[in-house]
């Protein structure tokens, strides 16, 4: 995969060129592939922990406020 990022480029292309045209799934289609191939490359190989640091960080910090509000009556 030596070319990767020249696929890239020409996913984001096309998902400009789509987006442009005013086709909302082709856009779709195209982002996702680029996607897909960032993060096959070993720059976006760590993408997906990211991500899945970042929501436990705002699950861990949305849980104790969200089970306050489940008290009955509103009181805290």
């Given at each position: ?30 982002s ?7 993060i096959?490359?070993p ?9 899945a ?14 089970k ?9």
């Open positions: 995969m030596d070319n990767v990022g020249v696929l890239i480029m020409f996913a984001l292309l096309g998902t400009f060129i789509c987006a442009k045209a005013r086709v909302p799934g082709g856009a779709v289609a195209f996702l592939l680029a996607l897909v191939l960032f096959s490359t720059a976006g190989s760590g993408l997906p922990g990211a991500v640091g970042l929501l436990d960080t705002v699950d861990q910090s949305t849980t104790p406020v969200l306050k509000s489940e008290t009955p009556g509103g009181a805290r």
